[in-house]
């Protein structure tokens, strides 16, 4: 890879006058994308700004809502036993991320800053309605988003945490890419008091979206009989070597179901 | 440029000068000529390249050595005791043959090590194929690996076992 500076804020603020300071500059999490971008020389930033010293990790459990830092990694999320307990969605899907390593060293943060297409995390954030905490405003879920590897995130703009309110039932089913561990249909199914929420990943070239048809479905009746009739329209899905369209849009509802029939 | 961090390795506190770009696996062979972790893929896909830092086993092809400034990294060869007495894991791997060509084994160790650490006395068969998923072998068809593991992770809760109990005694 190219070489670069490598930064080593002590804040948040730091670090946002240091993207300001350095026009090339890109931010650091785990690195479990950002390394091998680099090596592949994707990026090629005049300077690296390491987040991990800018006291962005650790969980806190409200009564309604548990807040997880940006720089929280998967493993930590997968063994957190409240978010085990409360938002069991969350706990699998952090637990199925890459393999074990990778875990211990990505972020939610990363994860949600780099929006790919076939993450997990951005399913968890759309179907939970989560909002997302920056160092200057906070973001809804539904805004965040905005098609492949695009967020609404300002250049210089730093996610401090997210904030998953809890839901009465949560679940995600993963259909998992067999090499690359991520997801070739990921679909998180989150019940609240104000409504259903689906979620789908990896199916779409415009990465993370809603599906309607199933919320709507599955709000009259939560249960895996009440979506097997619902299709996805296939226009819009990735259809590559790995699985056509077609193929993916099955995903979507055999996915879908098994999320609702193994919700807790 | 080149820039000083700090870590400890296998016990001991270096001082090293290493570029932005620099791997911590570039570190560990290439500074302090700890070659027993390996390079398999450069991809983060193999695991050849396995080491623990404060304890987690990570890809050191996948962390910048200036990530692991101040930090303890633990590679293969800290882990034999002092009078090169191996590991329980590093013995049960020759028992049980876990190894043919052996590029893979030093990963495989440091993950099984961090497996066994984290089970708290209570890993499957089905826990250490899951837990090995991100450690490639393209020999052995694993089965062999395995059976180290579980007998390692025995052999290492008896040893707990034994010491808790002159502990109480």
């Not at chain 1, 809502?65 to 899907?93: C, D, F, K, N, Q």
């Not at chain 1, 609404?152 to 809890?166: G, K, M």
């Not at chain 1, 991520?182 to 979620?199: D, N």
């Not at chain 2, 876990?98 to 440091?110: A, D, H, N, S």
Request: aromatic residues 4%; hydrophobic residues 40%; contains cysteine.
């Amino acid at each position: 890879m190219y070489d670069f500076e490598f930064l080593s804020p002590h804040s948040v603020a730091e670090a946002v006058a240091m993207l300001r300071d350095h026009e090339e500059s890109k931010l650091l999490a785990g690195g479990q994308t950002f390394i091998p971008v680099l090596k592949q020389r994707l990026s090629r930033p005049s300077h690296v700004i390491d987040l991990s010293g800018a006291g962005l990790a650790g969980i806190s459990v409200l009564s309604d809502r548990v807040v997880i830092g940006a720089m929280t990694t998967h493993a930590t999320v997968a063994a957190h036993a409240v978010i085990g307990e409360r938002i069991p969605g969350i706990s699998r899907l952090a637990s199925w991320i890459g393999d074990r390593q990778v875990r211990h060293r990505g972020t939610i943060g990363g994860s949600l800053a780099n929006n790919d297409p076939t993450a997990c995390y951005p399913s968890a954030v759309l179907a939970l309605n989560a909002t997302i905490k920056t160092d200057r405003r906070t973001i809804n879920a539904d805004d965040f988003f905005d098609g492949l590897f695009t967020t609404a995130l300002e250049p210089d703009e730093v996610i401090e945490a997210v904030e998953f309110p809890i839901p009465e039932k949560s679940n995600y089913a993963k259909f998992r890419h067999p090499a690359s561990r991520y997801a070739m249909v990921g679909v998180f199914v989150a019940k609240t008091g104000s409504g259903v929420r689906v979620a789908v990943t990896g199916a779409s070239s415009n990465g993370v979206f809603r599906h309607r048809a199933m919320e709507l479905a599955l709000s009259r009746d939560w249960s895996a009989d009440a979506v097997a009739e619902i299709e996805t329209p296939s226009d819009d899905l990735n259809d590559d070597h790995h699985g056509s369209a077609a193929y993916r849009a099955h995903l979507v509802n055999v996915m879908t179901r098994r999320a609702v029939a193994g919700a807790l | 440029m080149m820039e000083a961090i700090q870590l400890r390795v296998n016990g001991e506190v270096r001082s090293v000068d290493v570029e932005g770009r620099t791997l911590l696996v570039e570190l560990l062979r290439d500074k302090l000529g700890l070659t027993g972790t390996h390079v398999g893929c450069d991809t983060s896909q193999c695991g050849a390249c396995v080491v623990h830092v404060d304890g987690d086993s990570v890809k050191s092809c996948t962390m910048l050595a200036r990530q692991a400034n101040g930090r303890a990294v633990t590679t293969i060869e800290g882990l034999a005791g002092d009078s090169g007495e191996l590991h329980p894991l590093q013995a049960m791997f020759r028992e049980h043959h876990g190894l043919q060509c052996g590029f893979c084994t030093p990963g495989m160790i440091m993950s099984g090590v961090d497996l066994i650490h984290k089970s708290f006395g209570e890993l499957s068969e089905r826990d250490v194929r899951h837990g090995l998923e991100g450690n490639i072998c393209r020999c052995t068809g694993y089965h062999n690996i395995v059976k180290a593991i579980l007998a390692a992770a025995a052999m290492m809760a008896g040893d707990r076992e034994i010491s808790a109990k002159s502990a109480d005694a």
